[in-house]
């Protein structure tokens, strides 16, 4: 079975600055997806970026950015110029390719931007 | 907006009850699925649906039970509910094989 974990429950960032959330993974398979979701005060579950597995060039969107190592199956998220607006929980998440929708979170890390 | 509609966004019920919850999908999308969160679970996928038909199934209670009907909203009701049963329940769709999934708001059950 698969499973993820985020082993940060709680993070805290000056705004401007740049934060790194970690995530793990545990698969035996080789084709799969990886995503972050953000989910702010709002509770809406919002994708922040994707990495399909067999795509060795990290995923970047705008000021977010991936660390992705298959071998070492971890998948970071990068936060660049962090803004007050990014203050919410974010999820880690893993799909095997081909099982489209059944998403395993990870446990979450809260990430707190501080004026 | 995702495009994804839930309703009701909050609901507050007594053991032993039963509630239906609705979502409507993004336009076109012909994929549903239902999501747990809670605080002991986290995020749990519950059920999908597509086209009508059930496609998946996760970790969902035999007093729960869902479908998806010709228009392509989907419910899921939720039956003897218990305290533990309290809990934000996302409906996501999605175009089938992007790996992309679209959340509505959820729905926030509280039973009492």
């Known amino acids: 079975a698969q499973t993820v974990t985020q082993s940060q429950p709680e993070m805290s960032v000056q705004e401007a600055e740049t934060v790194t959330l970690s995530c793990t993974y545990d698969?035996?398979?080789?084709?799969?997806?990886l995503f972050w979701y953000k989910q702010p005060p709002s509770r809406q579950m919002i994708l922040v970026i994707r990495?399909?597995?067999?795509?060795?060039q990290n995923a970047t969107e705008n000021r977010f950015s991936v660390n992705f190592q298959k071998a070492a199956k971890s998948f970071s998220l990068k936060i660049s110029d962090s803004q007050l607006g990014d203050t919410a929980m974010y999820f880690c998440?893993?799909?095997?390719?081909?099982?489209?929708?059944?998403?395993?979170f990870g446990q979450g890390t809260t990430l707190q931007v501080k004026p | 907006d995702s495009g994804v509609t839930q309703t009701p966004k909050h609901l507050i019920t007594a053991t032993g009850q039963r509630v239906t919850l609705r979502c409507s999908p993004r336009?076109?999308?012909?994929?549903v699925y239902w999501y747990q969160q809670s605080l002991d679970q986290g995020l749990q996928f519950l059920i999908q649906?597509?086209?009508?038909?059930?496609?998946a199934k996760g970790n969902i209670l035999e007093r729960f039970s869902a479908q998806q009907f010709p228009d392509l909203h989907s419910e899921l009701n939720l039956s003897s509910l218990e305290l533990g049963d309290s809990a934000l329940y996302f409906c996501?769709?999605?175009?089938?094989?992007?790996?992309?999934?679209?959340f509505g708001e959820g729905s926030r059950l509280t039973v009492l």
């Open positions: 996501a769709s999605s175009v089938v094989n992007t790996g992309e999934l679209f």
């Open positions: 698969t035996s398979e080789s084709n799969y997806y």
């Open positions: 990495q399909e597995a067999y795509k060795q």
């Open positions: 998440a893993f799909m095997k390719q081909y099982n489209t929708g059944k998403l395993i």
């Open positions: 336009s076109g999308d012909l994929s």
């Open positions: 649906y597509y086209n009508g038909e059930e496609r």
